[in-house]
């Protein structure tokens, strides 16, 4: 990992929202979730990858298309 990005190591295993610019697709708020909400699994000099935490299918985001990363609180459903 770049050594800009090792504060970003706080987030790994965290319950994230990515922030990125507009992109040419129009989401639902349940396609937003999936896209954009997940797991920090790992960061690397290119960006992040993070697992949905419906699907925990994987998703990879480069750092030049990140505006921001917010940790957020999981409640489980069954809770």
């Given at each position: 990992m770049h050594s800009d990005n090792k504060n970003l190591e706080y987030f790994i295993g965290k319950i994230c929202t990515?922030?990125?610019?507009?992109?040419?697709?129009?989401f639902d708020e349940?396609?937003?979730i999936e896209y954009f909400v997940g797991?920090?699994?790992?960061?690397?000099s290119l960006g992040l990858w993070f697992e949905n935490i419906g699907n925990h299918k994987m998703n990879f985001f480069f750092f030049?298309?990140?505006?921001?990363?917010?940790?957020?609180?999981?409640?489980?459903a069954d809770e």
């Open positions: 990515i922030f990125v610019p507009e992109i040419n697709r129009r349940k396609t937003n797991k920090i699994t790992q960061i690397d030049k298309f990140i505006i921001g990363i917010a940790e957020e609180t999981f409640v489980p």
